[in-house]
């Protein structure tokens, strides 16, 4: 009898295991994601940088004649303060450094310093090649341009260090990465016109981990084609993450769920399978 039960229980096992490996497969080993608040966002900023930092959201939008930066409140989504840019350029990334914020455009190769505080120009800078993402580590800025290759820059002189190229799992270019954020020491990257996002090392380009925000929002409520995701800040001090989207009237508060959390809730150990009876040999 003892014997048969060690039998099914073996069986059981293997064919949980299968079960999960499988669906590990079929996921395509992507995390998912938890939403804990959801926030209002302006539905006419079409969204290139997102920065949170000392209690406040700082915004990088995009699009000639409508591009800004602009401080928010997360609560409301309220302009508190706002930069807009000339006619002639197209917001694109942002990030902060000391007191300062600093801000990308698309493809006139212009940087922009703005006092963090005020949002008063305090000098522009150039750069080769587009604009798309910008962040920062505890030593210098990280620029993507929607290629495979990302670039690092010295945040005083702005001139290039060293640059990495991005590789998926199977070691092929992955094009196309767009807003950054720097978070546990990883790039985390929206990916243009997907619902992914991708985490990077950012020594050696690797993909580490995808995180799949499908659903996140409805899309019934987007109207125009170019409305895809893009934006993601966090709170250090919280750890909080939030991300958003071009034109989306939303932004969300996420929590990552990781892969083996997932298979954990869909294929859970039945209940019962080890009795808590004192004669058992498979008591916990």
């Not at 963090?116 to 150039?126: D, I, P, V, Y």
Request: aromatic share 10%; proline share 4%; charged share 20%.
């Amino acid at each position: 009898m003892l014997r048969r039960l060690i039998l099914g229980i073996c069986l059981l096992l293997v064919a949980i295991f299968s079960a999960a490996r499988a669906n590990a497969q079929h996921v395509g080993h992507s995390d998912g994601y938890q939403i804990v608040h959801v926030y209002p966002h302006d539905p006419g900023a079409f969204t290139q940088g997102l920065v949170y930092v000392d209690g406040h959201l700082y915004e990088s939008t995009g699009r000639n004649g409508k591009s800004s930066v602009r401080m928010l409140d997360l609560s409301t989504g309220q302009v508190l303060q706002h930069y807009d840019l000339a006619a002639e350029y197209f917001g694109e990334g942002l990030t902060n450094w000391g007191s300062d914020l600093v801000q990308l455009t698309w493809k006139t190769r212009l940087g922009f310093v703005y006092d963090r505080f005020s949002l008063a120009e305090k000098r522009t800078f150039h750069y080769e090649g587009e604009g798309w993402g910008l962040t920062h580590d505890d030593k210098q800025f990280i620029l993507s341009d929607g290629t495979p290759i990302l670039r690092f820059l010295d945040p005083h002189s702005f001139s290039e260090t060293k640059r990495i190229s991005v590789t998926d799992e199977k070691g092929h270019p992955l094009s196309n990465i767009n807003e950054l954020e720097y978070i546990h020491g990883e790039l985390y990257a929206n990916v243009w016109q997907t619902d992914q996002i991708v985490r990077i090392s950012p020594r050696t380009g690797k993909i580490l981990g995808r995180i799949d925000l499908s659903g996140l929002m409805d899309k019934s409520e987007l109207a125009d084609p170019d409305a895809v995701l893009n934006g993601i800040a966090y709170d250090a001090k919280e750890d909080r993450i939030f991300v958003t989207g071009k034109l989306w009237p939303k932004l969300f508060e996420i929590k990552v769920v990781h892969q083996g959390h997932q298979l954990r809730a869909l294929y859970p150990m039945p209940k019962g399978l080890f009795s808590s009876h004192p004669d058992s040999k498979f008591a916990p």
